[in-house]
Nanobody, 122 residues
Framework: QVQLVESGGGLVQAGGSLRVSCVAS????????MGWYRQAPGKQRELVAT???????NYADSVKGRFTISRDNAKRTVALQMNSLKPEDTADYYC????????????????WGKGTLVTVSS
């Protein structure tokens, strides 16, 4: 199958920066989209940013101008550089990939990582 492993979460003060990364592995044929979602305590999971295979990116309004997503197709990685962090950015950050497998390259499925915690102190 597919494994997504996140890294880079941690504790940072408000106004600081943090970078989270994710690497995909498995019997992957194509990755259509890679992205980041987050879930704060008591809230629903929400989109943070995505990048497709052509490099087109999409951001939540709440992070535009502060967060930057970058993707390396050859390495099957996606990273999220988070600057000017705010306490409201505190959440578990999940990597998501829309992937097709080597045995069925036309059928895509969603895969999720286990998440990495980002805590922003005020």
């Amino acid at each position: 199958q597919v494994q997504l492993v996140e890294s880079g979460g941690g504790l940072v003060q408000a106004g600081g920066s943090l970078r989270v990364s994710c690497v995909a592995s498995g019997f992957i044929s194509k990755i259509a989209v890679m992205g980041w979602y987050r879930q704060a305590p008591g809230k629903q999971r929400e989109l943070v940013a995505t990048a497709d295979s052509a490099g087109v990116t999409n951001y939540a309004d709440s992070v535009k101008g502060r967060f930057t997503i970058s993707r390396d197709n050859a390495k099957r990685t996606v990273a999220l550089q988070m600057n000017s962090l705010k306490p409201e950015d505190t959440a578990d950050y999940y990597c998501k990939a829309i992937v097709s497998m080597v045995w069925d390259s036309s059928h895509y499925m969603d895969y999720w990582g286990k998440g990495t915690l980002v805590t922003v102190s005020s």
